[in-house]
């Protein structure tokens, strides 16, 4: 971001393309509609481009992105009447896609689908503030002191609600191990 900022065209082409990945996922598991992630995607990055100059380090850059990305959230929250949650809409084409060599069997590929959608549903069921440490620490990979900075919670709170988003996931994952 800095190069960015100091005039780097390119380095701003590196920045996408090394988040845009983990920042769509994020934005769709949070909003569960393609539409609406899609749209806070662009707002992201564009209150990044419009940030470029005045940009000053108070935090990572993958820190700073996602303190914007939970604003963006918040405020789509906020304007539906639905702080907590948006409803989710996600149809199977928008499903992560889980490649397997050509050589496994059906029954194997139906056996991960159905894994798959056991998670993402696990995932969907946690309260909003866990799924969000969740998906901060996954996606993110934001460390539970950034995934607090990102947040506007302390690191207390930001690891209880991290440890108990996994405890929940355990509890109902805990037959598959």
């Known amino acids: 971001m800095l190069a960015w900022r100091d005039g780097e065209a390119a380095a701003f082409e590196a920045l996408y393309a090394r988040h845009r990945g983990r920042l769509l996922r994020y934005l769709l598991h949070q909003c569960g509609r393609r539409e609406q992630a899609d749209e806070m995607f662009q707002e992201i990055w564009m209150s990044v481009i419009r940030a470029r100059s005045a940009y000053e380090v108070s935090a990572k850059f993958t820190t700073w992105l996602y303190r914007i990305a939970h604003n963006r959230l918040i405020d789509g929250f906020r304007a539906r009447g639905r702080l907590a ?12 896609d889980h490649p397997a ?13 159905q894994l798959a959608g056991r998670l993402l549903a696990a995932v969907e069921a946690l309260p909003g503030p866990q799924r969000e440490a969740f998906l901060l620490a996954t996606e993110g990979g934001l460390s539970v002191d950034e995934i607090g900075n990102a947040t506007g919670v302390g690191f207390e709170t930001a690891k209880s609600r991290l440890r108990y988003a996994y405890a929940r996931l ?7 191990r």
């Open 170 to 176: 355990r509890g109902e994952l805990g037959d598959l």
């Open 101 to 113: 060599p050509a050589n496994e069997q059906p029954e194997r590929l139906l056996e991960r689908a």
């Open 85 to 96: 949650e948006f409803e989710l809409d996600v149809t199977d084409a928008e499903l992560p």
